[in-house]
C-alpha cells in the first residue's frame, strides 16, 4: 500500500487576536494585523486566539536571548500550553527563552493532528506581532509525546519558519503504526485469552470503548494466573511493545530471566491504578474522530512475522517453551483469524496527517526514556530508518534517560536538550554536543533536577509500516 502524504497548509497571522495580560486587555481584536500593537510587558504570560479559536499563551523574560522556544502539548484535553511543566517553564525563562503555544483547534478531536502544525505555525506568527519587541532571531519547536510528532512534523515543514526541533518522548513513528502495535497486541488477547468476538474498533462512544478495555484487562488478569497464560500474554505484550521494566523499582528486567519481564510488563500493562488499555481505547475514538473512521487493520498481517522483528521474541519462546505451548500454532491461528479491515478514506486520513515523511527541513534531537510505558522506545527505531531512507540523517540526533515513565523527564535533562539544538542551530554542526557524555555533562552542571542520560539502541518496533 502506497499513500501520498499532503503537506499541511500552515495558517498566517489572519486571525483576528485578542490579547490579554493578568486578565486585561492590551490590544483591541485586529491591531496584530495592523502591525500597532506594543510589545507585552517582559515576564508577562499573554494568551490570545486564533481565527479557528485556537487558544494560545506566550511569554518572554527581561533577559529575552531571542529564542522562541514553540511548544507542542501531548495528547489530553485542548488547553493551551508553553511548556511541558511549570519547573521546566521556569527554567527555560530563567535561560533567556521565550515560550510560546497553543490549544489547538478546539474543533479537533484531542488527537488533534488535522490542524496543530498549521495552529502552531499560526500561534508563532501571531506571537511574533503581538506579543515580542522584535522578530526573533531563532525558533525551536518542542514537542511532547503527541506533541513530540507534532514537533517531528514541524520539522519536516517548518524551513523558513522554525529553526530547528527538539521532540520528547514523541509518537515519531506515526499514527498508523500506532493504531497497527496496538491493534495486533489487543487482537492476540482477546484471540487467544479471551472472546474472539471482542470489539477491538469503532467504538463510538467512551462507555464502549472502556467495556473493551475492561474485558481485556479481565482476560489478562486470568491468564497471569497460569504459566500457559503468562506466555500467550508474553506474546500480546511483545506485539504491544510493553517495556520490561518494573514500575515500583523503575528498574529495566534483565533478559537472562523471561519469567520476570512478564511479570513487570504485566504490571506496566495492566497492574498499576492507570490502566494502560482504558488509554489506548479511548485514545482510538479520539483517532477515529479526526480521520472519519477506523484507520486501522489486521488482515493480511503474518504474526510470525511481527514476533520476528520483535527485541522480545527470546523471551516470548522461553515461556511457550517452559509452558509447554506450540508457538507456532498459536501464530499460525493468529493470522488466519484477523477480520479488521481499514477504512480507505480515514486511513488516508491518517496518513496524510500522522505520519512523518522522514524529510527534515531542520535539525531535530529526539529524547526518549528507555522505560517508556506508554509511547515506546521503539519508536526512535523506526523513525531513526524512516530519516535515513529519506536521506536527512545528518540533520537528526538521538538521546535516552535511563528512567522509567511516559515522558519522566528532569528539567536538567530538557534544558540541556535545548541546548544542544540551540548549539546546533547557531553553528550548523552538531559537533559532539548530542552525545550521551555531553548531555549528561550540561544536564549535571544545570542543576535542575536528574540527569540520567545513557548509551542506549532501541529494538524494532513491533508491527511497523513502512509502505506509504
Known amino acids: 500500500m502506497r499513500m501520498r502524504f499532503n503537506p499541511r497548509k500552515s495558517l498566517t497571522a489572519t486571525a483576528a487576536v485578542t490579547l490579554a495580560a493578568a486578565g486585561a486587555a492590551l490590544a483591541a481584536p485586529g491591531s496584530a494585523l495592523a502591525g500597532t500593537a506594543s510589545a507585552a510587558t517582559p515576564g508577562t504570560q499573554v494568551t490570545g486566539t486564533l481565527a479557528n479559536g485556537t487558544v494560545w499563551i506566550a511569554e518572554y523574560p527581561a533577559n529575552w536571548n531571542g529564542t522562541v522556544l514553540l511548544y507542542s502539548h501531548g495528547f489530553g484535553p485542548l488547553t493551551a500550553a508553553d511548556a511541558p511543566d511549570a519547573n521546566t517553564q521556569a527554567a527555560l525563562l530563567a535561560e533567556g527563552y521565550a515560550l510560546a503555544g497553543s490549544s489547538y ?16 505555525f499560526g500561534t508563532l506568527a501571531a506571537v511574533e506581532s503581538t506579543v515580542l519587541p522584535h522578530r ?8 511532547t509525546s503527541m506533541g513530540g510528532l507534532i514537533s517531528a512534523l514541524e520539522a519536516q515543514d517548518g524551513r523558513g519558519v522554525i529553526d530547528g526541533a527538539l521532540t520528547t518522548c514523541g509518537i515519531v513513528g506515526g499514527g498508523v503504526n500506532l493504531n497497527e502495535y496496538q491493534i495486533d497486541g489487543e487482537y492476540a488477547i482477546a484471540q487467544l485469552l479471551g472472546d474472539p468476538a471482542t470489539q477491538l474498533v469503532g467504538f463510538g462512544d467512551v462507555p464502549t ?8 484487562a479481565a482476560d489478562a488478569a486470568s491468564a497471569q494466573q497460569t504459566a500457559a497464560g503468562q506466555a500467550r500474554l508474553a506474546l500480546a505484550m511483545a506485539f504491544l511493545n510493553v517495556t520490561p521494566w518494573e514500575p515500583t523499582s523503575a528498574t529495566p528486567v534483565p533478559d537472562s530471566d523471561p519469567a520476570a519481564q512478564e511479570a513487570a510488563e504485566y504490571d506496566v500493562m495492566f497492574g498499576g491504578e492507570f490502566n494502560i488499555m482504558d488509554f489506548i481505547e479511548l485514545g482510538r475514538i479520539s483517532i477515529e474522530q479526526a480521520d472519519g473512521g477506523q484507520a486501522t487493520w489486521d488482515t493480511g498481517t503474518d504474526f510470525a512475522q511481527v514476533l520476528r522483528n520483535s527485541p522480545y521474541e527470546h523471551q516470548v519462546e522461553a515461556l511457550y517453551e517452559a509452558a509447554g505451548l506450540n508457538l507456532g500454532a498459536d501464530l499460525a491461528t493468529l493470522t488466519a483469524h484477523t477480520s479488521t479491515s481499514a477504512d480507505p478514506a480515514a486511513l488516508r486520513s491518517l496518513y496524510a496527517t500522522s505520519v512523518p515523511t522522514g524529510r527534515l527541513a531542520v ?6 526514556t528507555i522505560g517508556d510505558n506508554l509511547v515506546p522506545v521503539q519508536n526512535e527505531n523506526n523513525y531513526r530508518h524512516l530519516v535515513d531512507r529519506a536521506g536527512s540523517g545528518s540533520l ?32 550548523g554542526h552538531w559537533d559532539n554536543v548530542a552525545t550521551t557524555a555531553s548531555l549528561q555533562q550540561a544536564a549535571t552542571a544545570l542543576n535542575l533536577g536528574a540527569a540520567r542520560f545513557a548509551d542506549y539502541n532501541p529494538g524494532e518496533l513491533t508491527g511497523e509500516v513502512w509502505s506509504r
Open 105 to 120: 483547534d478546539p474543533n479537533n478531536s484531542e488527537w488533534a493532528l488535522d490542524t496543530a502544525v498549521s495552529d502552531q
Open 396 to 427: 537528526l540526533r538521538q538521546a535516552y534517560t535511563a528512567s522509567f515513565g511516559h515522558c519522566n523527564f528532569s528539567s536538567a535533562e530538557l534544558v540541556a536538550g535545548v541546548q544542544a539544538v540551540m548549539h546546533r542551530v547557531t553553528t
Open 363 to 368: 535539525p531535530e534531537l529526539d529524547l526518549h
Open 209 to 216: 470503548a472502556l467495556g473493551t478495555a475492561g474485558a481485556l
Open 136 to 143: 526573533p532571531s531563532h525558533v525551536v519547536a518542542v514537542g
